[in-house]
T-cell receptor
Framework: DGGITQSPKYLFRKEGQNVTLSCEQN?????MYWYRQDPGQGLRLIYY???????QKGDIAEGYSVSREKKESFPLTVTSAQKNPTAFYLC????????????FGPGTRLTVL | SQELEQSPQSLIVQEGKNLTINCTSS?????LYWYKQKYGEGLIFLMM?????EEKSHEKITAKLDEKKQQSSLHITASQPSHAGIYLC???????????FGEGTQLTVNP
């Protein structure tokens, strides 16, 4: 079965700690995305990557970092510089180019204690 | 301000009723996507519209994109409890593959 997975489902972190969220896809998609969703709000783009070893900042990249060393994987690190990290994080992937459906993972809920 | 405005923010209907959710932009939409989300889960793709005036249907859900490609509507006929969830519109505004999303519409269907 092809799909996109995120782990863990729930994540708790203490203030001041960095944490890495995993995103893996076996759809052979070139493009991958990270979004943040807060209650009552839509999705906001954090980072995206259209090809291996390349990525671009989205609308709210401050306090986050990513890497794209493999086509299948696009991990997101939430650093201590992110002032309000508690949120629901969604990863997505798509074929390269315009007007291609984005497939979403199940999400990771991050709570900062 | 939001580049993509979605309305209403929430909607409560009785089972069997029809309903419409709207998604509007002041800019041209190059690809308009409708997704459904259950709380705490990922997004499920419903439909994608590209051409002005385009209309697509799947089961009891119909989506339309206006001729100017600045407004889309999602219509559910004879709603059921299984239709409950959050509906989000996403659109490519300008070139590239990134999408901008509306704030979502929380739909509750009472049996």
């Amino acid at each position: 079965d092809g799909g996109i997975t995120q782990s863990p489902k729930y994540l708790f972190r203490k203030e001041g700690q960095n944490v890495t969220l995993s995103c893996e896809q076996n759809l052979n998609h070139d493009a991958m995305y990270w979004y943040r969703q807060d209650p009552g709000q839509g999705l906001r783009l954090i980072y995206y990557s259209q090809i291996v070893n390349d990525f671009q900042k989205g609308d709210i990249a401050e306090g986050y970092s990513v890497s794209r060393e493999k086509k299948e994987s696009f991990p997101l690190t939430v650093t201590s510089a992110q002032k309000n990290p508690t949120a629901f994080y969604l990863c997505a992937s798509s074929r390269a180019g315009q007007n291609n459906e984005q497939f979403f993972g199940p999400g990771t809920r991050l709570t900062v204690l | 301000s939001q580049e993509l405005e979605q309305s209403p923010q929430s909607l409560i209907v009785q089972e069997g009723k029809n309903l419409t959710i709207n998604c509007t932009s002041s800019k041209t939409l190059y690809g308009l996507y409708w997704y459904k989300q259950k709380y705490g889960e990922g997004l499920i793709f419903l439909m994608m519209l590209q051409k002005g005036g385009e209309e697509k249907s799947h089961e009891k859900i119909t989506a339309k994109l206006d001729e100017k490609k600045q407004q889309s509507s999602l219509h559910i006929t004879a709603s059921q409890p299984s239709h409950a969830g959050i509906y989000l519109c996403g659109a490519a505004i300008g070139s590239g593959s990134r999408l901008t999303f509306g704030e979502g519409t929380q739909l509750t269907v009472n049996p």
